[in-house]
């Protein structure tokens, strides 16, 4: 790793649902405490060479631990309660290259070194794999510069096409190339974003094949038993360092009317928002106006530095010089406590949207099967309040730069509106599994009443009936038919019948069967008690 001021760091985070899926078969439903079970996801991961175990050590660890609460430290250090697991890659001194397609004849080339790899598990089935990587590419004109570094951010994170075709996606968003390599001492991994995209389940191998071949992503025919999926659509998180005195002064400049020029600079928002360089997205002066102000702390201003956070991003602007702050104290904490900030909240706001999902699969499963819901039921609420109660916090640390910070990225990111959200979710599933229960207990009911009316029929009414051995032949085929076709649709597993099974509405045949049964019974009883 070189020793000299890198020109800008970059830390690329890919959140990802993880689902334990075993030798289930891929389109199974899979209940709850089996898909998020994290003690079979170690056991996988351990079968992967490229992967080791990741321990905070030294200042970083002694940093974190003050800089945090205690009870936060368990959503960032590896224990016994297995709340996250950190690995990190094996593989040292990497490469990550980035190729873009300027035009039909020129092409643009950046070549990052990789500080280091991770990889974090969370227990609510979330993951983040992180690129941690540093740019050193010189350029003699600074908006060149500026240029490259946005380019950097903003290719760079890309996993797979935002649109096709694919040539009109490399022209405005996609790179041409991104690969790693690592010397020769592991086999280099290249995504060309060339095929593959119109079957709708591709991920760039940058991911996959840095993850290892325990986990799979929407393929029916991998041997990977860790499903994943994306958290938010074709790109990467970012986190950002980059150290420009031009940029720097520009923004912290005051205007005739007194107020700070960021507030209403577009590069800026272009820099926050991971647009490219003179191409901001948005395209009104007061919208301008009002991004910049809702997404920038402030609270260094006058010192020329500034941080951008989105929902996206976390991007951070200082002068360059020699200080030490700026080289030394300032890079170590990006890369250790407001990455671990950023992680807080990024699995936060990846959770509850993942409980989003196991909503929608529980109800569809219980609509297809119509069992089973209670019990799934009870599995996710005790998920959702140990999440709760373990790695949802609305303060994180007692500094104040702190507080304001992950107080600012918390709202960026509408944490505490989807999690009042989920939380009336999971309050309409308690009443909707409470109905069930109850709906169950009433035919247990209606079954007993109907059962001691039939039963008490003739002393009440004084009814002398005797069953005839057709009447009985009769019944027992009935009785055999219908029983048939309740097993039938308990056991077969095709979709489509277990659906029109479904619409014939089996509960309101099966009812009647019990009843008479228990008549006849009642009559057979008596038969043979009268011979």
């Not at 994290?38 to 030294?58: D, V």
């Not at 020029?261 to 800026?268: F, G, Q, R, T």
């Not at 010192?303 to 170590?332: C, H, I, M, W």
């Amino acid at each position: 790793m070189s020793e000299k001021n890198y020109i800008s760091k970059h830390i690329f985070l890919f959140p990802f649902k993880w689902a334990y899926t075993g030798s289930n078969s891929k389109d199974k439903y899979i209940e709850i405490s089996e898909k998020l079970d994290i003690e079979k996801i170690a056991k996988e991961i351990e079968k992967l060479n490229q992967w080791g175990n990741y321990s905070f050590e030294g200042y970083d660890s002694y940093n974190l631990k003050k800089y945090y609460y205690n009870n936060v430290g368990d959503v960032i250090f590896s224990d016994k309660k297995n709340t996250v697991l950190n690995y990190i890659y094996k593989y040292r001194n990497g490469k990550y290259c980035i190729t873009i397609k300027n035009n039909e004849s020129e092409k643009s080339y950046y070549e990052l070194e990789i500080k280091n790899i991770r990889l974090n598990i969370y227990k609510t089935g979330i993951g983040v794999l992180i690129f941690n990587l540093e740019n050193y590419n010189e350029s003699k004109d600074l908006f060149e510069e500026m240029k490259d570094v946005f380019k950097i951010n903003n290719y760079g994170r890309r996993v797979y096409p935002q649109f096709l075709p694919i040539d009109e996606a490399k022209n405005k968003i996609l790179p041409e190339e991104v690969s790693i390599n690592f010397c020769k001492i592991h086999e280099e991994i290249t995504e060309k974003f060339e095929y593959g995209y119109e079957k709708d389940n591709y991920l760039s191998n940058i991911i996959t094949k840095t993850l290892g071949d325990v986990f799979y992503f929407n393929n029916e025919s991998s041997a990977g038993k860790i499903k994943i999926e994306p958290i938010i659509d074709d790109r990467m998180y970012v986190i950002c360092h980059y150290k420009n005195n031009y940029f720097s002064k520009k923004l912290s400049d005051k205007n005739i009317k007194n107020e700070y020029k960021y507030l209403e600079d577009v590069d800026w928002n272009s820099f926050m928002f991971i647009d490219n360089f003179n191409d901001c997205t948005i395209q009104d002066k007061d919208m301008i106006l009002n991004s910049n102000k809702k997404h920038t702390y402030n609270r260094w201003t006058d010192y020329g530095t500034f941080y951008g956070l989105t929902r996206y991003s976390t991007l951070v602007l200082t002068e360059k010089n020699e200080d030490f702050f700026v080289n030394k104290l300032l890079p170590s904490h990006i890369e250790n406590l407001y990455l671990n900030m950023v992680l807080l909240v990024l699995v936060q706001r990846s959770t509850i949207l993942y409980f989003y999902d196991l909503i929608t699969d529980m109800t569809n499963n219980f609509i297809i099967s119509n069992k089973n819901f209670e019990k799934e039921y009870e599995k996710l609420n005790i998920e959702f309040i140990d999440f709760k109660n373990r790695m949802y916090f609305n303060e994180v640390t007692p500094q104040e730069q702190g507080i304001e910070m992950y107080r600012k990225m918390r709202e960026v990111m509408e944490i505490e509106k989807n999690f009042e959200i989920l939380d009336e979710k999971i309050k309409g599933l308690y009443e909707f599994s409470n109905a069930v229960k109850t709906r169950k207990k009433n035919n247990i009911l209606f079954y007993l009443t109907l059962a001691a009316s039939i039963l008490t029929l003739e002393g009440v009414l004084g009814i002398k009936t005797e069953p005839t051995k057709n009447l009985l032949i009769g019944y027992l085929i009935f009785l055999g038919i219908g029983i048939s076709i309740y097993i039938a649709s308990m056991f077969i597993k095709n979709k489509n019948i277990q659906i029109f099974f479904k619409k014939l509405k089996l509960e309101k045949i099966i009812k009647p069967i019990i009843l008479i049964t228990v008549y006849v019974i009642y009559f057979i009883i008596k038969l043979l008690f009268n011979k």
